[in-house]
C-alpha cells in the first residue's frame, strides 16, 4: 500500500552493530529510490537514492541495496550509532509517468547505548 | 545555504475553517511538492507544482488548493477543516532535472479542534 500502518516495525540494534533496514516496493515501474530518515518533530532527511540501472550505492556509513526481481531494497547502516535512532522509509518514484514519491512501510530503528 | 522552510510550524484551528500553509523551497529548486503525514504514517502526496502550475495530484479533495509564486515558493490551503486533517503537512522541493531527490522542510502541525 501507499503508507504505513499505525504500529511500526522495529529494528533495536547495539551500538556499534550493522543495521539492516528492509522495504518492499509496490510499483514494478519505478525507477528510482529514495531512503529517508525521520526523526521525531522532524521531516523526513535524505539519506541516499539509487536508480533502477543499479543494483548498489555506497554513501558515507550507508549502503544500498536494489533487489528488482522481487522487488525489494535494503539500507545498511555500518557502525550504528545513537544519532541513528529515528525512523526510516524508502520511497519510490516511476519517473516516467509520475512525480509522486510513494513511502514504503516505516521502520523505527533503536540503537541502544 | 538554507533548505526548506515552513510557516508555521503548529497551527490550531477549529472544523470548517480554513488555513493557509508557507513553504519556501531549498535555493536552486524550482518543483514544491505537498504531503500530509498522519501521526504514526508515512507521508501521502498532495500535489506538485512546476512553473506555478499543479502537475499532479494526489487522492484529495477539492478543499486542498495551492499555488506557487513566480520566486518558486508555495502555499497549501485547505477549506473546511475536518477533524480528519489533522496531520504533519510537508512541503518538498526539488529541482526538475531528472533524477534529483525531494527534499523535505520539518512540516507545519495542524490541529484541527
Known amino acids: 500500500g501507499e503508507s504505513v500502518g499505525l504500529h511500526l516495525p522495529t529494528l533495536s540494534v547495539q551500538e556499534g552493530d550493522n543495521s539492516i533496514i528492509n522495504c518492499a516496493y509496490s510499483?514494478?515501474?519505478?525507477?528510482?529510490f529514495i531512503w529517508y530518515k525521520q526523526e521525531s518533530g522532524k521531516g523526513p532527511q535524505f539519506i541516499i537514492d539509487?536508480?533502477?540501472?543499479?543494483d548498489k550505492r555506497q554513501g558515507q556509513r550507508v549502503t544500498v541495496l536494489l533487489n528488482k526481481t522481487v522487488k525489494h531494497l535494503s539500507l545498511q547502516i555500518a557502525a550504528t550509532q545513537p544519532g541513528d535512532s529515528a525512523v526510516y522509509f524508502c520511497?519510490?518514484?516511476?519517473?516516467?509517468?509520475?512525480?509522486?514519491?510513494?513511502f514504503g512501510s516505516g521502520t523505527r530503528l533503536l540503537v541502544r547505548p | 545555504d538554507a533548505g526548506v522552510t515552513q510557516s508555521p510550524t503548529h497551527l490550531i484551528k477549529t472544523r470548517g475553517q480554513q488555513v493557509t500553509l508557507r513553504c519556501s523551497p531549498k535555493?536552486?529548486?524550482?518543483?514544491v511538492s505537498w504531503y500530509q503525514q498522519a501521526l504514526g504514517q508515512g507521508p501521502q502526496f498532495i500535489f506538485q507544482?512546476?512553473?506555478?502550475?499543479?502537475?499532479q495530484r494526489g487522492n484529495f479533495p477539492d478543499r486542498f488548493s495551492g499555488h506557487q509564486f513566480p520566486n518558486y515558493s508555495s502555499e497549501l490551503n485547505v477549506n473546511a477543516l475536518l477533524l480528519g486533517d489533522s496531520a504533519l503537512y510537508l512541503c518538498?522541493?526539488?529541482?526538475?532535472?531528472?533524477?534529483?531527490?525531494?527534499?523535505f522542510g520539518d512540516g507545519t502541525r495542524l490541529s484541527i479542534l
Open positions: 539509487i536508480r533502477s540501472n543499479m
Open positions: 510499483n514494478s515501474a519505478s525507477d528510482y
Open positions: 520511497a519510490e518514484i516511476s519517473m516516467d509517468s509520475s512525480y509522486k514519491l510513494i
Open positions: 518538498a522541493s526539488s529541482s526538475d532535472r531528472e533524477g534529483q531527490p525531494q527534499h
Open positions: 535555493s536552486g529548486h524550482d518543483t
Open positions: 507544482y512546476y512553473e506555478e502550475e499543479e502537475r
